[in-house]
């Protein structure tokens, strides 16, 4: 199954690729020696981390296309394989899931969790025809990054500064190449897997990992580990290892307005008959202040406080909210003068999409028959998806609304001085991990020792993710170690991986994976 | 020019289409003469008149579509030389307006104005696949109205309850159809046109008339008459006479708030990086109250109140408000209950369009990077473009923002705490003519001589319409004559036009173009 290699290539290479196994030591838990096998393996082997992350790119992974979803699946069943994992598909009722396994039984378990479904894409707004055709740049497209014509060969090493451009470069494929490419590198030094390493890679997940915890209920021996880490999200922008602890939950809901049956001529009817457009915007006004405070009521209750160790990591972690707001050309701030890393974890109200008639040059002068709003409600722990919701709802109503789940019929419509629709789309709770568990305090350590800089610890990441899954289903500890870029575009168009932090990432990743778990 | 007739068509059409003209009276302002001229007509030529309109909607009429805006300039000169008038085109730097006259020039003067250009299609939105290929239904496509796939053959009758669907069937094609059917109607029953008549047809009218000021300026005397009757908008319900004596003006702005540089994950960012979709619905919710009244300081300073003719008019007025309502499925009504015809004669704000990223399948978790509305400004009299603007931005300034008008550049943004684009796309103020002009009195007068009914007069039209153009240039007064039905779908998808009321109008026109302006 290994690709054949050429003579030009240094012989750590031929030993890693083809040659038998050379006798090896005992598994040790010793983070430094992992990290080191990873750079001795780099050192010839840039090329084919990125050869192999291009060819996974190129596999399309929208969540609903199932298709080519089951083709990622069934490419990285044959990737696990490859490597001397147990790999075999666990089937859903949505895209696959993809399962593996490789270790002595005996020692302390890691999951690893990644996904590789991506969010959808709108061609027309990015810079290349294809998203999913990888393209190779001298760097950020901002920037200036060039396009490079060919792609490096293998044992030829790769500037740290290239990127790759193309759906899902880090939103979340990099981990998984970089977990794989762990084990060539250990095999290539002659280690065992100092941990037995469970891998789990979701294709769901964009779309509200729906079929995971069901998953994880029937296969909870499965998936139960020492400690579960879900490979996702950007690096700390100072490029130190970052572990985090929780995630927060999401529900996205859509808030439809209703005026007339039809538009409306805005000149004959206006003044008289209520614009849906100025009552939505009179009604996502009433939600938040001028600050962005959401002003729901109870919208903070059920919040579980952070502890002491919490709060002293906060305190700890090295902002960059200036640089940011330079960077992302913000003349204020929401959150009255909070830093973003306490403002995120609270809970969240964000509109994430507007709608009425249009705008452009085909506007014209109508009174809209409905306006849409996209929210999107970001949960911390304490927060249920069913809780929040509720909040949102009695809001509505508070505000002379009559809310409905459907589309009204016209009695009811010519009935309600206000209606409103509310529909949700997707929900889960977060979920959080003490720093204080000792699986929490292995993996710091682990990270520590890795001569990669003192990590970042953070006790829940802005983002969204299936941690829950984890943290409630089978009851594990739980971490999330981001390693991508913080400028990957993540969910936007042109969606980038800068080289550097793959290569970066397999260190970390390796670090954790050899965490000394058990004294 | 004619087409030829087949021998079973009654003696009055061959008359009309081929004999030569009868012995005919002197000119007399005779408006039940001339409404009798068109019933006689109309006898055996609905067909005629019918096909007549299928064929003109059948061009194409975007204001912007220039080779298909001159067909339709072409024809319609075709169409008032086949009739007998002079006709011409007059260029301008946009669409051409068709220029015709016919009478006696020592008669009193009636100046016709029309447009033939109607507001852009979204052909997924109709009920047909093309807008310009008329289909007539045996009624309102909502009332289950059912296809007719042959149109009436000339000198057949045409039921009044079915309808044409097309781009401006009612809006406004249909009384161009009407008045040179007049033309043939008066010639058929051997009268001379009882006033000299002017016709101006326009081809921007929906694009805001930007170049009929300079034309009316360029060609005063041309255009001067004893009376401006623009032929435009939806008669009463009631079906009885409707004359207007006012048009509001117009401003459509577009609003742009800025957030982030590029949309940013709402997970990492939310709560922290300000929100535009946000922002926009707190700026748009401070422009009104929750019963739809103008909150923007001012916003109804400048307004000439109405006089006691006016205000005796409205009250007059058959008011439709409840059946409306029901109408439109509206379960409540701005204006804290004032009537919709007291409404419109103030000045208004319409959001005519909201967007921000995506709603619907695409939605995505993102802070948006900017949110846009589209408002219309309808205008009364005393209002100006430039004033009501200025209020607007005003208003914007006092809610935080710095409003510019191009886009702003980065060192712009970051020192910003809130920025907002105001782009002004067309503007031009109202005109009203008042109810005790004797033209106006000569108008009512003729319309109630008809046999149509008790006219229903009022001051001003909910529309906007280049009515200042007629009332403030060459100084003449003015009314509007809607003749086409109120549910016809105007500016929206399936637009249609109900038959009885193109019949009807051509005897409404007739009787207008008969009015005795001079004692």
């Given at each position: ?7 030009s ?28 096998a ?15 992350l ?8 929208l ?28 089937e ?18 890691i ?12 061609p ?6 294809n ?6 740049r ?9 396009e ?12 740290p ?47 509200g ?7 994880a ?21 100072s ?14 809901v ?15 009817y206006g ?45 700890r ?16 701030l ?24 249009f ?39 508070r ?24 529909e ?8 959080r ?12 350590t ?13 006790p ?18 739980f ?11 993540q ?11 793959l ?17």
């Open positions: 199954m290994r690709t054949a290699v050429s003579l290539v240094p012989l750590a290479v031929l030993i890693a690729s083809s040659a038998p196994l050379p006798a090896q030591d005992p598994p040790a838990q010793d983070p430094g020696q992992s990290v080191r990873v750079r001795a393996y780099l050192e010839h082997n840039e090329a084919t981390v990125l050869r192999e291009r060819d996974l790119l190129a596999i399309p992974n969540g609903s296309d199932l298709p080519n979803i089951r083709r990622n699946a069934e490419t990285l069943v044959r990737m696990l394989e490859r490597r001397g994992a147990k790999a075999r598909i666990l859903t009722g949505g895209a696959p899931l993809v399962y593996g396994e490789i270790g002595d039984p005996s020692l302390p378990t999951l690893f969790y990644c996904h590789y479904d991506g969010q959808p894409v709108n027309s707004q990015w810079a290349q025809p998203p999913w055709n990888p393209i190779l001298t760097g950020a497209l901002e920037s200036g990054g060039r490079v014509s060919r792609w490096p060969a293998r044992g030829e090493p790769v500037p500064e290239w990127r790759v451009y193309a759906r899902s470069a880090s939103d979340d494929k990099a981990p998984i190449i970089a977990l794989l490419h762990i084990l060539d590198a250990w095999r290539a030094s002659g280690i065992e897997p100092p941990n037995r390493l469970k891998f789990l890679f979701e294709g769901d997940e964009e779309a990992s729906k079929f995971l915890p069901q998953i209920g029937e296969h909870r021996d499965l998936l139960l580990a020492d400690l579960a880490i879900m490979a996702d999200g950007p690096i700390h922008p490029g130190r290892p970052t572990a985090v602890f929780g995630l927060r939950g999401i529900v996205t859509t808030v439809t307005v209703y005026g007339p049956i039809r538009p409306l001529h805005s000149g004959h003044n008289w008959a209520p614009n849906p457009a100025m009552r939505l915007a009179q009604l996502l006004a009433s939600m938040k202040g001028p600050n962005g405070e959401v002003l729901i009521e109870g919208w903070e209750e059920d919040v579980i406080p952070l502890g002491a160790a919490e709060r002293a990591a906060l305190a972690y090295p902002q960059d909210d200036d640089a940011q707001r330079l960077q992302f050309q913000l003349g204020s929401d959150g009255g003068g909070a830093k973003r890393m306490e403002l995120i974890t609270q809970p969240s109200l964000n509109v994430r999409g507007l709608q009425a008639l705008t452009g040059a085909e506007a014209r002068t109508l009174i809209p028959d409905v306006a849409v709003a996209e929210l999107d409600l970001r949960l911390v722990a304490g927060n249920t998806p069913e809780r929040q919701l509720e909040k949102l709802v009695r809001h509505i109503e505000q002379g609304y009559q809310v409905v789940r459907e589309d009204p019929d016209s009695a009811f419509r010519v009935n309600a001085p206000r209606l409103a629709r509310v949700v789309r997707d929900g889960y709770p977060a979920g991990t003490s720093l204080e568990h000792p699986a929490a305090t292995a993996l710091v682990a990270l520590s020792a890795a001569g990669l800089g003192k990590p970042v610890v953070i829940t990441m802005g983002g969204s993710g299936p941690a829950y899954v984890f943290t409630d289903i089978p009851k594990m500890p971490a999330a170690l981001p390693v991508v870029n913080h400028d990957n575009n969910h936007a168009e042109n969606e980038n991986l800068r080289l550097g932090n290569f970066q990432g397999m260190e970390i990743l390796a670090a954790a994976a050899a965490a000394r778990l058990r004294d």
